[in-house]
């Protein structure tokens, strides 16, 4: 599986490597969260990218805070707001256990990734782009006859 998520990123301009360390990710969560409330999902799904960067490139631990301070900065997020996450462990922490219960109860989601396409398609673990295609299909088809 290894060799060919490292085939299918190099494809894509991601160049993974292993070797790091995750620690506790929870922080990282947080500021994902908070990404959302500040800028959205284009401010989010920025975050996300910085933190999968730093991890799956960059071998660096999610569990360093100023790992996840740099990832934030270089998503754009403010420093004060960047600051306040980190300090204020209490911040988004009710929020993002309340989702992860949610998730879990809703699409009895015990790992990542997983992947809910449209609300009712379910794709868990890495997945081939044919797979995701034949999920869309139906997608699209099921739109159509509507």
Known sequence: ?????????EENGISFSYGGFVGNSF?????????RE???SELQNKMVNE???????EEKSLGVSSVLEDCARKAGMETSI???VLSDESLG?????????????????SGVPLFIIDGKFLLSGAQ???????????????????
């Open 1 to 9: 599986m290894v060799a060919n998520m490292k085939k299918v990123g």
């Open 27 to 35: 922080n990282s969560h947080r500021l994902i969260w908070k990404a």
């Open 38 to 40: 500040e800028g959205g």
């Open 51 to 57: 933190i999968f960067r730093a991890y799956f490139e």
């Open 82 to 84: 960047i600051s306040k």
């Open 93 to 109: 922490k009710d929020e993002v256990e309340r989702e992860i219960v949610e998730f879990g109860r809703k699409w009895n989601c």
């Open 128 to 146: 081939e782009a044919t797979v995701f295609k034949e999920v869309f299909d139906q997608v699209f088809a099921s739109s159509t006859d509507n």
